[in-house]
């Protein structure tokens, strides 16, 4: 059984940074896309970060680009998500996603999804 466990959100002021951890069970981790979504109230899930199996390569939506940053411990089973400047508008619940293709921002192509952790950023 395939779970992934977001942990590290928390409320937070305008301007500091949070570290957000996914740990990751039950599927070969390091073959693995791994991305973080956020869904905040009454909007769409969307997309923030993607890494590919190996972290070479890393995808972020420009609402993030320089501001968070993704990266992965293959050993570990974990990939984490950097944020930091954070700002009110990214409050969301975030979730850690699992997908065997890399380049494809699109919610459907992520095969697995943990259950959110919150952020809340404060003005």
């Known amino acids: 059984q395939v779970q992934l466990v977001e942990s590290g959100g928390g409320l937070v002021q305008g301007g500091d940074s949070l570290r957000l951890s996914c740990a990751a069970s039950?599927?070969?981790?390091?073959?693995?896309?791994m991305g973080w979504f956020r869904q905040a109230p009454g909007k769409e899930r969307e997309f923030v970060a993607a890494?590919?199996?190996?972290?070479?390569?890393?995808d972020y939506a420009d609402s993030v680009k320089g501001r968070f940053i993704i990266s992965r411990d293959n050993p570990k089973n974990t990939v984490n998500l950097q944020m930091d400047s954070l700002k009110p508008e990214d409050t969301a619940v975030y979730y850690c996603?699992?997908?065997?293709?890399?380049?494809?921002?699109?919610?459907?192509?992520?095969?697995?999804w943990g259950q959110g952790t919150q952020v809340t950023v404060s003005s």
């Open positions: 890494l590919n199996w190996s972290g070479r390569n890393t």
């Open positions: 996603a699992a997908s065997l293709s890399y380049g494809d921002r699109r919610t459907r192509q992520f095969k697995y």
């Open positions: 039950g599927l070969a981790f390091s073959s693995y896309t």
